[in-house]
C-alpha cells in the first residue's frame, strides 16, 4: 500500500466513523503506518481507541500500550512544570494564560496521555514578554537552541519567543501573540481580538488560566490552518471534536466573528474535516453564510495533516515559490522575515555556518527533498490551499 492510502487509513483509525479495512496491509504497510503514527504522536490515541481491534498484530497493538504508558507518565511531569511555570510567573507579576493542550489534555480528553504535548505554551502581553523571558531564564530554564532575531525583534515579527528548557526538561514557549502577523506567512493572516480573548480568559479549577474554550476553538482554528497549513496533525481534529463535547459553542457568534475577522474559510475547512473524521462531533454549520470548502482541499488534507516531518520545510519552500515567484524564494533563502508594513529582519545564522553557508545548505536540503514526489505534490497542495486562503 502506497503510502498516501496509508495515511487515510490512520485517519480512519483515530476516527469515530466506520472501521477502515486492514485486510491489504503486510508486515511493511503496518511498520510503515506505526512509524507515521508515531510521528504524528498518535500512538497513545489508537491505543486508547483500537485496544481490542483484532485486525492490528500484536507486536503494534503493544508498541501502541507502551506509548500510551510513557506519555501517560510525561504528562505528569509535564502538569508540574505547567503549574511551577505559572506560579513562578504570576509571582513575578505576569499574567499567564496555558494554551492549546495545557486545557484539552486536562479538560476535554478522558485521559492525558492520549493528547501528548510537544511543549507548553503560555500567552502573556507583548508589553510583559521579554522580562517574563528573563524571569524564566533567572528561575533556572535555559533556551533550547540560538536566538535567530534580537529579542525586541521577535516581539516585533514573530508570536513567541525563542523555546525554553524547564528544569525538568519540558519545552516552554512564551507567546506574546495568538496569531501571526499579516506578512508573516504565505498568506493573509487573519485579525483577531487579542485583547478580547485575554480579557475572556477563564481560572479552572487546577487554578491556572486559559482561553475561553470558544477562544481556544478560534486559536486551533487559526493555528492549523493558516499558521501550518495543517502540517500541525491530525491530533487537531481530536482536540476540536472533544473541546466541542466539553464546552457549549455560541455558534452564531462564532461564525459572525471568522467571518469578521478573516477566519471563516479556515474554519469550514477545517470544521468539515472534523465532521468527516470524527462525524459525531456536535458542529453546527446553519448560521455560516459560506459556501463548503472545495473538494479538492478536503481530498488534499491527510497527506498535510500527515507530512514527513522532516522535509516539511523544503515543502513549504517550494510551496512558496510557487505561490508568489522567484522573489519569494529568494526572500525564503536569505532567512529574512517581515510583517506587513515593517522594515524587515535577517535570521541570524552564525551558529550555522554563516548567511552563505546557512543558504546554500537551505538549498541543497531543499533540492535533495524534492527529488520525493510525495514532497512535490505537498508543495502543490501547500500552495493550493495559500491562494485558496487569500482569496
Known sequence: MDRPALRRVL???????????????????WAELDRIAALHRLEPLLHAQQRDNRAIPPSVAQGWHAAHRVWALRAMVQRAE??????????????????????????????????PMR???LLVSPETVIPAFEALLAAGYRQAGASEMALDEVVRLDKHMPPLIAPRGTQVELHHRLWERDGRLDHASPTGDEMGSRGRALTAADGLRYLDPQDLLAHLIVHAVYSHRLDCGPLVLTDIDLLLRAAPIAWPRFWTEAAAQGWRDGARLLLELTALYRPGAPIDFSADRGGPAPADLLAAAPDLLLQELDRRASAGLAAATLKAGPAKLAQRIAGRRQVAGEAAVTRQTGHEGGRLGWAASRALRSLRDLAHGDVRDQSRQLAALSKWLDR
Do not use: H, M, N, V
Open 11 to 29: 485517519l480512519e483509525l483515530i476516527g469515530t466513523g466506520a472501521e477502515p479495512d486492514l485486510a491489504p496491509l503486510g508486515l511493511a504497510d
Open 82 to 115: 505547567l503549574a511551577e511555570t505559572c506560579g513562578l510567573l504570576e509571582r513575578s507579576g505576569f499574567e499567564p494564560i496555558a494554551l492549546k493542550g495545557a486545557w484539552l489534555s486536562a479538560f476535554a480528553y478522558p485521559e492525558a496521555a492520549q493528547r
Open 119 to 121: 511543549d507548553i505554551d
